[in-house]
């Protein structure tokens, strides 16, 4: 088992096309008032400004895999019903959190308090947009890292979604990871804190089942309605 790393990021490009999508915005057949361009583009602006991209991540090994259980070598037993299928047979996997802070969620609060939910909406969109952007980039980059040594790695799979109901499994994963140590802390029911957090895990190995290209969005039930999944991000 490897000691857990520590990897910041910088602030994704993200364009107005992208963010009027994070918001369900749609411009195809009539254009946004200039003012509402405007207005966004303030706000994307501000949203960079005061994003912090930092990931922590550990590999850990596979022991072995159950009916709805992974097993991994010194750390807790993870529970879902797709685990098995997508990581019982990868050799050992990456244990993944990442955040991009809380200063975003304290100005859209501020923004609220003031009566500027418009403003305190478009913000909180871009703060999700850009997570999902920043956590596609640093798993990547991740990958790089294993397909360097030829060594393949699955699609990476987050607890809480349709398909992982267990939020106990957050909790698992972020205690193990020391999650405190960039910024992640949890509340009595399993949720992250700051808001703009995540939690995966992904397969390392050489004989890795083939899922033809699909990703966790294609397990999840509102694959047909997510609004970071018409972005292309398969991170979030």
Same mark, same amino acid.
């Given at each position: 088992?490897?000691?857990?790393?520590?990897?910041?990021?910088?602030?994704?490009?993200?364009?107005?096309?992208?963010?009027? @999508?994070?918001?369900?915005?749609?411009?195809?057949?009539?254009?946004?008032?200039?003012?509402?361009?405007?207005?966004?583009?303030?706000?994307?602006?501000?949203?960079?400004?005061?994003?912090?991209?930092?990931?922590?991540?550990q590999e850990v090994k596979v022991m072995g895999a159950g009916e709805r259980e992974l097993y991994l070598?010194n750390a807790p037993t993870l529970k879902g019903q797709l685990l098995p299928k997508v990581l019982g047979?990868?050799?050992?996997?990456?244990?993944?959190?990442?955040?991009?802070?809380?200063?975003?969620?304290?100005?859209?609060?501020?923004?609220?308090?003031?009566?500027?939910?418009?403003?305190?909406?478009?913000?909180?969109?871009?703060?999700?947009?850009?997570? @999902?952007?920043?956590?596609?980039?640093?798993?990547?980059?991740?990958?790089?890292?294993?397909?360097?040594?030829?060594?393949?790695?699955?699609?990476?799979?987050?607890?809480?979604?349709?398909?992982?109901?267990?939020?106990?499994?957050?909790?698992?994963?972020?205690?193990?990871?020391?999650?405190?140590?960039?910024?992640?802390?949890?509340?009595?029911?399993?949720?992250?804190?700051?808001?703009?957090?995540? @939690?995966?895990?992904?397969?390392?190995?050489?004989?890795?089942?083939?899922?033809?290209?699909?990703?966790?969005?294609?397990?999840?039930?509102?694959?047909?309605?997510?609004?970071?999944?018409?972005?292309?991000?398969?991170?979030?």
């Open positions: 088992m490897t000691e857990a790393r520590v990897l910041e990021g910088i602030a994704p490009e993200v364009t107005l096309q992208e963010l009027f @999508a994070s918001q369900g915005a749609d411009y195809s057949r009539r254009a946004p008032r200039q003012e509402m361009v405007d207005l966004n583009l303030r706000l994307l602006e501000e949203a960079k400004e005061l994003i912090r991209p930092v990931v922590i991540w070598e047979s990868a050799d050992r996997v990456i244990l993944f959190a990442m955040t991009i802070g809380d200063v975003i969620d304290q100005r859209v609060k501020n923004y609220i308090n003031k009566g500027q939910t418009l403003e305190a909406f478009i913000l909180d969109s871009a703060g999700s947009v850009m997570m @999902a952007k920043a956590a596609t980039t640093m798993m990547t980059e991740i990958e790089g890292t294993y397909k360097a040594k030829n060594l393949s790695t699955t699609f990476p799979l987050g607890p809480g979604h349709s398909y992982w109901k267990g939020l106990e499994d957050v909790r698992s994963i972020i205690s193990f990871l020391k999650g405190e140590r960039i910024g992640i802390s949890l509340t009595a029911s399993n949720l992250m804190l700051p808001k703009k957090s995540i @939690a995966m895990v992904m397969g390392i190995g050489s004989n890795l089942p083939d899922f033809g290209g699909k990703t966790h969005c294609d397990f999840c039930h509102l694959k047909g309605s997510c609004t970071m999944r018409n972005l292309g991000s398969d991170n979030c």
